[in-house]
């Protein structure tokens, strides 16, 4: 089991890119907010089918919450997360600090009408703003070729979809199935 490389600024995430793409070799990736359970995992090994690399990134994305939620809570567990990825096979692990992502002065958003509409953004409004910001960011860093996400969080997969197809962002989004506890519940960090 080879640890995977640990990339924590733009600059060391694009020379590994670029290095690999010399190589001729597909990338594909898995963006979290880390706290990894068994359906981030299976989200690596669908990765692995799609392309000869898999990066993930572990960036608790301060976009995505509202003011009254609690970001300080979040769990981080970035050593525990580094292992679950070395044993599932990842290749590069990208975890860049809120000052790498959004530097001093940075004042641009994202916002994806039509599936971002109703449902989540009821309740936190400004939180798929926050994810098309963060995806956008993370597609122009890492130029993967593929990307995965679960089905769990739906209207996440479709808001993601329609960014990449508004944008003409060159990323095949691909759907991986939602894996569930012995009880049947989705499983969320």
């Known amino acids: 089991m080879s640890r995977p490389i640990v990339a924590e600024t733009v600059s060391a995430l694009r020379a590994q890119i670029r290095d690999?793409?010399?190589?001729?070799?597909?990338?594909?990736?898995?963006?979290?907010?880390?706290?990894?359970?068994?359906?981030?995992?299976?989200?690596?090994?669908?990765?692995?089918?799609?392309?000869?690399?898999?990066?993930?990134?572990?960036f608790v994305n301060p976009a995505q919450f509202a003011p009254t939620e609690d970001l300080d809570k979040y769990p981080r567990q970035l050593a525990r997360d580094l292992e679950r990825l070395a044993e599932a096979g990842a290749h590069l692990v990208f975890t860049p600090g809120v000052a790498e992502m959004y530097p001093a002065g940075f004042a641009t958003r994202i916002s994806v009408g039509g599936p971002s509409s109703g449902l989540e953004p009821d309740f936190r409004p400004s939180f798929f703003d926050g994810v098309a910001t963060v995806v956008a960011k993370l597609f122009l860093q890492a130029a993967p070729d593929y990307a995965i996400f679960g089905e769990k969080d739906y209207q996440q997969l479709c808001v993601v979809r329609q960014l990449c197809r508004d944008l003409d962002l060159p990323v095949a989004i691909v759907g991986a199935p939602t894996v569930r506890d012995a009880d049947g519940l989705a499983m969320s960090s």
Not at 25 to 50: C, F, N, Q
């Open 20 to 58: 690999w793409r010399r190589e001729g070799l597909g990338i594909a990736m898995v963006p979290t907010m880390g706290a990894l359970h068994d359906g981030h995992i299976s989200l690596v090994r669908m990765a692995l089918e799609k392309a000869e690399r898999c990066v993930v990134s572990i």
